[in-house]
Each structure stands twice: as structure tokens, then as C-alpha cells.
């Protein structure tokens, strides 16, 4: 399938579509053995929790979020205890304090952003974050790819509200219909992209309750998006 007409731009969300949780960070934090497979799984689990949260409670940020996200992570890996994943857990938080642990870049990244610049789009990124997306983007060495980079910790602006993506979109000095955008979360990114009248792309298995373009992993973009007719 292929983009429609006219998109010239491609906005991308940062935690869990260009880079995720680095799992061996966390599992030393928390003083748990470490396996790539059993910790994607926790993952995923963790962030079908999230989102039920977000249904339930869809002013939520995500600050409020990450105490969710981080327990259920800990009882996938079989942290039984409560007063254990709460211990556990403040280990992680002091971590991510440190160093974001949101440092593992998306694989392909590099490669399918490249491409996309090679075939004429401005590239961007519109994040939910702490201040420290850019940093996190240059330690994963796809920051040179983006055109703008906007966090919504230092605009005062959070996904779904229409005006990050609204913002990001003049960043990039198009209209947002002329924009896609790329994220993992059907009511974050998927929502707020379109009521801002962006081309939404859901990557990953999050339940969407609509038909959505949706791919399983980057490099499929390059598949919808085929460069720009006059580049």
C-alpha cells in the first residue's frame, strides 16, 4: 500500500518506534537476570496495560504512566511480591533518573530514515518525553536525520493534543495534511495524528479500533512511502 498523494513529510514518535526500553539496563537495575525474549514479552505486556490506562483515564501523562508501565514489567518477570516490585521498581525509576532508559535504538532505524531523506521527505520526531529525547536520538545516532524534534516536555504540549503534531508540522514548514506520522499507540499517536489531520501509520500489534495503515517493523515504510515525484 502506499501513501496518498501529497505527503512530503514523515513525523515519527521516539519510545517504542525509533528507540525502546534497553531491557539489560533494567533488569541490572532491578537485580534481575537479563533475557532479551522474556523481557520483549514483558514489554509488550506492559505497554497493553498502559494503554487500557489510557482508556480509562485518557488525561493521564505520561509521568503518571511510567509507574504502571514499570510494575507490570516486573511482575511478567516474575516479581511475585509487591513490596519487591516496588522496591524494584524505585531502582529502575533511579536509573532512568540517571540515563533514560528508553536508549535502545529501533533496528533498521538508520537504514529506513536514510532512505526515506534519500527519496525527498523532511523527517521529524513528536515525543512525549522528559527533555532528553534529542540526547537520546544523537546516543542512537539517528538525531542528524530529523528536521525538527519536538519534546513535549519543553513545548508544554502532550500527544494526543492536536497542536504538538500541528506545531511539528510548520516545524517542517508544510501543512499537516501534507505530513505522516508514525507511532505505536492506536489512542496516543494513531488518534491524535488524525484529529490533527495527519496520515497515521501504527507500528507493532496495538488493538486499533479502526482500519489503519500499519506495519510491523521500519523498513516496511519504505514500502508506503516511494520519495516524492519531482525529487
Not at 67 to 96: G, K, M
Not at 101 to 106: E, G, M, N, Q
Amino acid at each position: 500500500m502506499t501513501a496518498p498523494r501529497g505527503i512530503r513529510g514523515i513525523l515519527f514518535d521516539a519510545g517504542g518506534t525509533l528507540i525502546h526500553v534497553d531491557g539489560r539496563r533494567f533488569c541490572e537495575a532491578a537485580a534481575l537476570g537479563f533475557d532479551d525474549e522474556g523481557f520483549a514479552r514483558a514489554e509488550s505486556a506492559a505497554v497493553a496495560e498502559v494503554r487500557a490506562w489510557i482508556l480509562a483515564h485518557p488525561e493521564s501523562t505520561d509521568l503518571e504512566r511510567l509507574p504502571l508501565f514499570l510494575d507490570t514489567i516486573l511482575r511478567h518477570l516474575a516479581v511475585a511480591s509487591e513490596p519487591d516490585r516496588r522496591a524494584a521498581a524505585a531502582r529502575v525509576t533511579e536509573e532512568h533518573r540517571r540515563s533514560n532508559l528508553w536508549s535502545r535504538p529501533t533496528a533498521g532505524a538508520s537504514e529506513t530514515l536514510s532512505a526515506l531523506r534519500r527519496r525527498g521527505y523532511r523527517l521529524g520526531v513528536v515525543s512525549n518525553a522528559d527533555g532528553r529525547v534529542r540526547a537520546l536520538l544523537e546516543t542512537a545516532q539517528v538525531a542528524s536525520f530529523f528536521d525538527c524534534i519536538l519534546d513535549s516536555a519543553e513545548i508544554g504540549l502532550e500527544k494526543p493534543d492536536r497542536r504538538i503534531f500541528l506545531a511539528a508540522a510548520e516545524k517542517l514548514g508544510m501543512p499537516a495534511e501534507s505530513c505522516a506520522y508514525v507511532g505505536d499507540i492506536y489512542e496516543i499517536d494513531i488518534l491524535g495524528a488524525k484529529r490533527a489531520g495527519l496520515y497515521p501509520v501504527l507500528i507493532g500489534d496495538c488493538p486499533a479500533e479502526e482500519p489503519v495503515e500499519r506495519i510491523s517493523e521500519l523498513k516496511e515504510l519504505l514500502g508506503i512511502f516511494s520519495g516524492l515525484a519531482n525529487h
